[in-house]
């Protein structure tokens, strides 16, 4: 009798976020490519379900429902989950069918994941129904998920002080990994020349949110003196000029920031690996996306010295307080460059997919 892992898949068809969706894709891969004798791997999906520019090879079969992604959302944050049938269910995301069930008797059972806890941590930063519908999923996760992973013991220790005790015995800490495929393309010259972006410069992302604390970075850059340009990710549309202003306040010239959206994989992989350092100021417990990638690339790292950052990135960072950022990077790009990279890639090492698979495996297994 085969086993069947079936995933929810509703980021490779209506992506609400670039990163959650190369999770779900890379660690769908994954599991494909791991999967014990005797079991195998499908897919749960909104309408219009899985197309062509989506394709995840080597699953057994796709259940495509009858509602788009937002309905299919509204419907599990409520418990209503027709359609679904029993059986072993792993979410990359928060977003599960999670309704009552019975483990041991039926053998149905539900796994989510959480990357980042926004809606607690810093609600202010978020539209109030974002904030209200997370908090309405977490507590259905509380009474019917079977596990909850989430990527770090600092995240966990953070769930646990905030969520109820019956919720805090079913985390499990599975780390993450660079997005499948994240190498340097061998065109990143060009790519960086369709950006519109320099040839060298440092590296940033996020947004105008006070927990990214891009101000701390472009003090920390002014503060370096090194003279060259800002490349900074991940900035919302809408918000270039705010981040420009930033910058202008912090003591750099508009003329050397470049704000970009989220970039797919290669182009985020193409500029990465130009940067001469990465700087992050974050705050938030958020599973680190950005300085993953630049782990995976070998960039020296500079990062707030925060428990999450301790976590991931162990010895290949350059760790200091906001206030102290400046004296950091200008070892980062001087004496402590070829240190950090080599650190970088040796660390990276321990962040990849097929082995958090075969964790996820042994997971529904322990179940």
Do not use: Y
Request: glycine residues 6%; proline residues 6%; hydrophobic residues 50%.
């Amino acid at each position: 009798m085969t086993v069947t892992l079936r995933v929810v898949l509703d980021q490779l068809v209506a992506p609400t976020s670039r990163d959650l969706a190369e999770a779900s894709a890379s660690l769908t891969e994954a599991l494909v490519a791991t999967a014990p004798r005797g079991c195998d791997v499908a897919a749960i999906t909104p309408a219009p379900g899985l197309g062509d520019d989506q394709p995840i090879a080597g699953l057994s079969s796709e259940t495509r429902l009858a509602v788009r992604r937002r309905e299919l959302a509204a419907s599990w944050q409520l418990g209503v989950a027709p359609g679904i049938g029993k059986g072993l269910i792993h979410s990359p995301t928060a977003l599960a069918p999670l309704v009552r069930h019975d483990r041991v008797n039926e053998t149905h059972q539900i796994v989510v994941t959480l990357w980042e806890l926004r809606a607690w941590e810093t609600p202010d930063e978020l539209p109030k129904s974002e904030v209200l519908a997370a908090r309405a999923l977490l507590s259905r996760i509380g009474k019917h998920a079977d596990a909850v992973i989430v990527p770090t013991h600092a995240m966990a220790e953070r769930l646990t002080e905030m969520a109820k005790p019956k919720l805090a015995k079913k985390v499990r800490v599975l780390g993450g990994a660079p997005a499948a495929g994240l190498r340097v393309p061998t065109d990143a010259v060009g790519r960086l020349r369709h950006l519109d972006l320099p040839s060298s410069f440092i590296a940033a992302a996020g947004a105008t949110a006070a927990s990214d604390d891009l101000s701390s970075v472009f003090a920390a850059i002014a503060e370096a003196g090194a003279d060259l340009d800002v490349v900074v990710l991940d900035v919302p549309e809408g918000e270039e000029a705010a981040v420009s202003d930033l910058a202008v306040a912090a003591g750099l010239t508009a003329a050397r920031v470049h704000a970009r959206g989220s970039l797919d994989v290669l182009d985020r992989a193409a500029v990465l690996s130009h940067a001469k350092a990465f700087v992050t100021a974050s705050s938030r417990t958020d599973w680190p996306w950005r300085a993953v990638d630049a782990l995976a690339l070998g960039v020296p790292i500079v990062a707030l010295d925060t428990p999450v950052h301790r976590e991931v990135l162990a010895d290949a960072a350059a760790f200091a307080t906001s206030d102290a950022l400046g004296p950091a990077l200008a070892r980062a790009l001087g004496d402590d460059a070829d240190r950090l990279r080599v650190l970088a890639g040796d660390r990276a090492k321990g962040f990849a997919w097929p082995a958090l698979a075969e964790r996820v495996w042994a997971l529904h297994a322990e179940l």
